[in-house]
């Protein structure tokens, strides 16, 4: 059984930083995309990284662009999500998600990912 579990998520005023994690069991994690989504109250979830199973390619939504980093460890089965000069349209519940594949371009995977965490909050204060 798949599970992704997220954690560090908080409160943090406008301009602040958090780092996201999220661990991931069940999957072989070398052979997966992982990507992180958010959802804001009253508003669709939408895309916000993405990066390949090596590490080696990463998708940002034009958004979060300059400021978020995804990287994952293929030794710790985690990815990761750096968020800094957070603002509050940043405020959301975040997703951490995969998807199994091996390629390189990431594009497809902005839509969706078959395996889903249950979510974390992120509250950017102004």
């Known amino acids: 059984q798949v599970q992704l579990v997220e954690a560090g998520g908080g409160l943090v005023q406008a301009g602040g930083s958090l780092r996201l994690s999220c661990v991931a069991s069940?999957?072989?994690?070398?052979?997966?995309?992982m990507g992180w989504f958010r959802q804001a109250p009253g508003k669709e979830r939408e895309f916000v990284a993405a990066?390949?199973?090596?590490?080696?390619?990463?998708d940002y939504a034009d958004s979060v662009k300059g400021r978020f980093t995804i990287s994952r460890d293929n030794v710790k089965n985690t990815v990761y999500l750096q968020m800094n000069s957070l603002k509050p349209e940043d405020t959301a519940v975040y997703y951490c998600a995969a998807e199994p594949t091996l390629r390189a371009v990431l594009g497809g995977l902005r839509t969706g990912m078959r395996y889903w965490g249950r979510g974390a909050l992120v509250t950017a204060s102004s």
């Open positions: 069940g999957l072989s994690f070398r052979s997966y995309a």
């Open positions: 990066i390949s199973w090596s590490g080696g390619s990463t």
